[in-house]
């Protein structure tokens, strides 16, 4: 959403106020349905073997996010690439979501993290280093604007499967 507010045009500032409104009200609903599941009744049981397993390998998965997010920047500086760092992260976050469909068995975040994977790559080899969108560098715009509709598509997938296992369970 950054990078909107980045290209500097009213149209894209419009559009950054639009996508702040429409997180915020996913936000509101996460937290809704987040609230009704733990007011069901034995909502929290004891976690099983399998559950712990899974909680340890999300853990190891989110930590090396995390040391590859804190180094791509100083790195990428150290380079004397900085303009690398936004479309680098994004990589990261995409690859990421690869082994988390493995350890949460859901198979919609490998199309997640490849789309992502993807518009970075795209990204790289389609737009020069220097090119601009408005005042914003295309680097930086163009894989975040490209990765928006995947994240909201699967995040809509995502609340509905919460939403009917909710339905279900009350």
Request: proline share 8%.
């Amino acid at each position: 959403m950054l990078s909107l507010w980045m290209i500097g045009t009213d149209a894209a500032r419009l559009f950054f106020l639009v996508t702040a409104t429409i997180a915020a009200v996913l936000v509101a609903v996460c937290v809704a349905m987040i609230l009704g599941v733990l007011r069901m009744p034995g909502a929290i049981p004891p976690r099983t073997p399998d559950e712990q397993a899974v909680v340890r390998r999300f853990m190891r998965v989110l930590a090396a996010e995390v040391v590859a997010l804190i180094l791509v920047g100083p790195v990428c500086l150290a380079l004397r690439r900085p303009v690398l760092i936004v479309p680098l992260s994004v990589l990261i976050v995409g690859v990421h979501f690869l082994p988390l469909a493995w350890v949460f068995r859901v198979p919609r975040y490998y199309p997640l993290g490849l789309l992502f994977c993807a518009a970075v790559l795209l990204t790289l080899l389609m737009f020069p280093e220097d090119a601009h969108l408005g005042q914003a560098t295309a680097w930086y715009v163009v894989p975040s604007m490209g990765c928006a509709p995947v994240a909201w598509l699967t995040a809509g997938a995502n609340l509905r499967e919460v939403s009917q296992f909710v339905r279900k369970s009350a």
